[in-house]
């Protein structure tokens, strides 16, 4: 299901697209398998709120190397940020069931410090999303008024970073709910600000947000960040490349992880730029 000039137009107006099919039932299954076998308990540093192996993933295990290659939302991706394409990002959202955990209202741009503001995220359902097991809800045109105030949010429940939530006052009945079958893919803009609720179903709610950037997108702080080109070329080099894993946690793959994320822990609290949003 091709993204088409008309649905680039929507997305750079609303700062989104609802969910569309790109994978089939058999690939999410698949995928859905091998996150709940790898991701499906958190492996914890004791500092950050995230886990370490629900964070670039597809640095880590093959799954999500093949993942974030899908050639159906590299199409898509295409489409609104042009053909040549590195993946920056990856988290696995993984909501267990009945978990009080939630995401406060934010701009994914708050904690990547990237100019331009061209990221674009992909979130792939690997299970059904929906209000009562804690979709995402999203907040259209929000992208249109730059970055964004945040603070952080103290609640440990909140499973950003750091927990920044926006300190605009916010009117929650204007967000719109992406409702999402397993092999959704939705996409929103790094600006366009959104939450998800506690995950009140008997059952985890699990979906994969892939950031991807066009390469001359750079990192605005002093810190040299990782990513992987995906598609076409990198003119740039604004970025050390990535190497893909061979086996599910292989040593290679775990010290080329280690390094890549305590990198970009290190430029997502310090960025001077972000002084004032953190
Ligand atoms: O999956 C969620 O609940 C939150 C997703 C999110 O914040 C993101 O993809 O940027």
């Known amino acids: 299901m091709p993204v088409t000039a008309a649905e680039s137009a929507a997305y750079r ?22 996150c709940i076998r790898t991701c499906g308990e958190p492996m914890k540093d ?19 190397a093949e ?44 904690y990547f410090g990237l100019a331009p503001f061209e990221h674009v995220t ?3 359902a690997l299970t059904p999303s929906t209000p009562e097991n804690g979709c995402v809800r999203i907040l259209p045109r929000s992208h249109t008024n730059g ?32 409702l999402m079958r397993p092999g959704d893919v939705s996409f929103h803009h790094t600006l366009a600000m959104h939450r998800s ?12 947000g892939v950031s991807y950037i066009p390469p001359h997108v750079a990192h605005i702080g002093k810190t040299r960040l990782s990513a992987t080109l995906v598609r076409g070329t ?6 050390d490349p990535e190497p893909r894993p061979t086996a599910d946690a ?6 080329a992880h280690a390094d890549a994320l305590g990198r970009f822990w290190v430029a997502s609290e310090s960025i001077p730029e972000m002084a004032h949003i953190h």
């Open 122 to 124: 992909a979130w792939v």
């Open 234 to 239: 990198d003119r740039f080099g604004h970025f």
């Open 147 to 178: 970055q964004r105030g945040h603070r952080d949010e103290r609640d440990q429940r909140a499973m950003l970073s750091r927990g920044q939530t926006v300190t605009d006052p916010i009117d929650d009945a204007a967000g719109v709910d992406l």
């Open 46 to 64: 004791g500092v950050h709120r995230q886990a370490s192996n629900r964070v670039k993933p597809y640095i880590l295990y093959p799954w999500a």
């Open 67 to 110: 993942l974030v290659r899908n050639p159906r939302i590299l199409d898509a991706v295409e489409a609104l940020i042009g053909p040549d394409i590195l993946t920056f990002h990856t988290t696995v959202w993984f909501k267990d069931a009945n978990s009080p955990n939630f995401v406060p209202w934010h701009q994914d741009a708050t």
């Open 197 to 208: 609720a506690p995950n009140r179903s008997d059952a985890p709610r699990i979906g994969v």
């Open 250 to 255: 292989d040593p290679a793959a775990v010290a």
């Open 13 to 34: 107006l609303e700062g989104y697209l609802p969910g569309r099919p790109l994978l089939t039932e058999a690939e999410a299954t698949r995928y859905r398998d091998a």
